[in-house]
């Protein structure tokens, strides 16, 4: 467990689907889960409901109860979103291997806070697009002009249409 809030769903998930593998009984799993912290975690945890009693469900709540926000996974803020579309826009596109390193980064942020509802999918299109520097926009722009005769540039494309028009464009396996 890495100390981070967000990711303690995610470390529980490993363990217990780990500790399902090896059939580990509730005692067995409380004494183990504290192995993969650090010590000072270690000696909080230990003090926890259910640590004693050996009840791994009782333990685990224990835990997740000290940890506020924490029963919601991963968490993203749209300034999140923001510095990424920044630190993309700044920089330089000009591969398929760059284009897909930006969508990467983009997507997660940009899938929780729409499925959130903190942004709409249009606002998700238009970060996604003024992530792109300028000359990347321009060369994909003329992608979807040759695609869709009826191509229009008054609001953002869907991005992964723009993925799809950049990795065609950018394509690694291109012939030049």
Known sequence: FSGETSDLLDFFELFEDLALA??????????LLVRYVDQATKRFWVTLAGYESKNFATFKASILEQYPGAEKG?????RDLERTVLSSG???ISTETELLQYYRQFRPIAHWLVTNGKI?????????????????RRAIDRRLEVQDPM????EATNFE???KAGRFVFSDDAFD
């Open 120 to 136: 709409t999918t249009r606002e998700r299109d238009r970060y996604f697009w003024q992530g792109l520097p300028t000359t990347t």
């Open 151 to 154: 191509y229009s540039r008054a």
């Open 161 to 163: 249409t723009v993925l």
């Open 22 to 31: 090896c059939g580990l009984t509730d005692a067995e799993q409380c004494k």
């Open 74 to 78: 991963v968490r993203y803020t749209i």
């Open 90 to 92: 700044d920089g330089d």
